[in-house]
Nanobody, 119 residues
Framework: QVQLVESGGGLVQAGGSLRLSCAASGSISSINFMSWYRQAPGTQRELVARITNGDSTNYADSVKGRFTISRDNAKNTVYLQMSSLEPEDTAAYYC?????????????WGQGTQVTVSS
């Protein structure tokens, strides 16, 4: 059984910073890409940032220059450092990962962590 657990969300003022973490645990053979998505009320879930197992990254245009994704392969953990936060960044943030467990490779999702940015 593979699980992803996010942490680090909270309430912050505009212009502030937060760091989200997402740790994968369980019977993991390897992890390919790891990503952060977000979903605000009434909107579709959108990709925020992705990092491959080769450390290539890509970002949504709305967060480029403000957010940084990174990973610690030894800890099976992905991070999202968020700076210069704006009220428009308010959303539930979800991590996902493409994980090989025994002979099966699939996408796993975390339960989400809320980020609220006040103006």
């Amino acid at each position: 059984q593979v699980q992803l657990v996010e942490s680090g969300g909270g309430l912050v003022q505009a212009g502030g910073s937060l760091r989200l973490s997402c740790a994968a645990s369980g019977s993991i053979s390897s992890i390919n890409f790891m990503s952060w998505y977000r979903q605000a009320p009434g909107t579709q879930r959108e990709l925020v940032a992705r990092i491959t197992n080769g450390d290539s990254t890509n970002y949504a245009d709305s967060v480029k220059g403000r957010f940084t994704i990174s990973r610690d392969n030894a800890k099976n953990t992905v991070y999202l450092q968020m700076s210069s936060l704006e009220p428009e960044d308010t959303a539930a943030y979800y991590c996902n990962a493409n994980i090989r467990s025994f002979l099966t490779t699939k996408i796993y999702w975390g339960q989400g962590t809320q980020v609220t940015v006040s103006s």
